[in-house]
């Protein structure tokens, strides 16, 4: 069993950064690929990122390509997302979620078995 808790959503405008973090308690955080989702209102869950165990291997949304980046630290149980040239499409609850897989991180939501509760991520025009 691993817990999940989200922090550093908020309000930015359109153009701005924010920096997503997830941190993990539980079982051994390195034994997890890690993923980051998004839901907005109305809208299914979507994937947005993922990084494989050891953190070398990276998979992103083409929304969202060349702009968020996703990394992990280990040491710190913490997987984050930095988020830069936001746009308001991007606004949505954003999810972290865990999968214990040994190879690569997935790209669908049922991969992953442990989900975090949501950070509200809001982009202003």
């Known amino acids: 069993q691993v817990q999940l808790v989200e922090s550093g959503g908020g309000l930015v405008q359109a153009g701005g950064s924010l920096r997503l973090s997830c941190t993990a308690s539980?079982?051994?955080?390195?034994?997890?690929?890690m993923g980051w989702f998004r839901q907005a209102p109305g809208k299914e869950r979507e994937f947005v990122a993922a990084i494989s165990r050891g953190g070398s291997s990276t998979y992103y949304a083409d929304s969202v390509k060349g702009r968020f980046t996703i990394s992990r630290d280990n040491a710190k149980n913490t997987v984050y997302l930095q988020m830069n040239s936001l746009k308001p499409e991007d606004t949505a609850v954003y999810f972290c979620?865990?999968?214990?897989?040994?190879?690569?991180?997935?790209?669908?939501?049922?991969?992953?078995?442990?989900w975090g509760q949501g950070t509200q991520v809001t982009v202003s025009s």
């Open positions: 539980g079982r051994t955080f390195s034994s997890y690929a």
């Open positions: 979620a865990a999968d214990q897989r040994f190879v690569g991180a997935g790209t669908e939501a049922y991969e992953y078995d442990y």
